[in-house]
């Protein structure tokens, strides 16, 4: 067990719609990472955020955006969802020194029908 | 811009034979590298990483990899294969200036019994 918590498991949506996928990190760590897993893009970083601040972003589309919260739980938000955006979703914390890994949640799979 | 090579879509072995899974990066600086681990339907685990130091690192299960700075290459190792070593195998690099991880397409190893 990686310590960081993702909700839902799953989630099945229509086009069009916005959902919210919740992250709690591992006890300590500040940082907060998004990942998105699909079969043709692979992994791609999408955002990072540092206690509560953005620190970092990657492919991450417009119609998508994230924060963390004081409590230093993390939520991405994806809207206008298309087809496309069907993927697994994972969350991932760490401590501040560079060397340290990341460590990921089991992943949020969303399917957009 | 980083980038991290793994050549290979999917490797096969037998049990008890040794493995070798491939990673080549590109990085301007001194890299932090590490290699992470993928069961289905579950999040990535991390593995093993490399700092500074000696450039044999040793990891979780029985997992070792080389780094190599002349061949800018990290594979991961191990001397006798586990069926239950069967997943997807991911290399990632974390250049200096930067905290987030870029990720390789990942390796499908396969054991067989």
């Known amino acids: 067990d990686s310590g960081v918590t993702q909700t839902p498991k799953h989630l099945i949506t229509a086009t069009g719609q916005r959902v919210t996928l919740r992250c709690s990190p591992r006890?300590?760590?500040?940082?907060v990472y998004w990942y998105q897993q699909s079969l043709d893009q692979g992994l791609q970083f999408l955002i990072q955020y540092y206690n509560g601040e953005e620190r970092a972003k990657g492919n991450i589309l417009e119609r998508f955006s994230a924060q963390q919260f004081p409590d230093l739980h993390s939520e991405l938000n994806l809207s206008s969802l298309e087809l496309g955006d069907s993927a697994l979703y994972f969350c991932?914390?760490?401590?501040?020194?560079?060397?340290?890994?990341?460590?990921f949640g089991n992943g949020t799979r969303l399917t957009v029908t | 811009a980083q980038s991290v090579a793994q050549p290979e879509d999917q490797v096969n072995v037998a049990e008890g034979n040794p493995l070798t899974v491939k990673c080549t990066y590109s990085v301007s600086g001194n890299p932090y590298l590490f290699w992470y681990v993928q069961y289905p339907n579950r999040g990535l685990q991390f593995l093993l990483k490399?700092?500074?130091?000696?450039?044999l690192v040793k990891g979780s299960y029985g997992f070792e990899a080389e780094f190599n700075k002349s061949q800018t290459s990290f594979h991961l190792k191990k001397p006798s294969a586990l069926v239950s070593d069967s997943a997807l195998y991911f290399c990632?690099?974390?250049?200096?200036?930067?905290?987030?991880?870029?990720f390789g397409k990942g390796t499908m190893l396969l054991v067989s019994p």
């Open positions: 990632a690099v974390r250049p200096e200036g930067y905290s987030t991880l870029t």
């Open positions: 490399y700092i500074t130091g000696d450039n």
């Open positions: 006890s300590g760590d500040l940082s």
């Open positions: 991932a914390s760490s401590g501040r020194d560079r060397g340290s890994p990341l460590h």
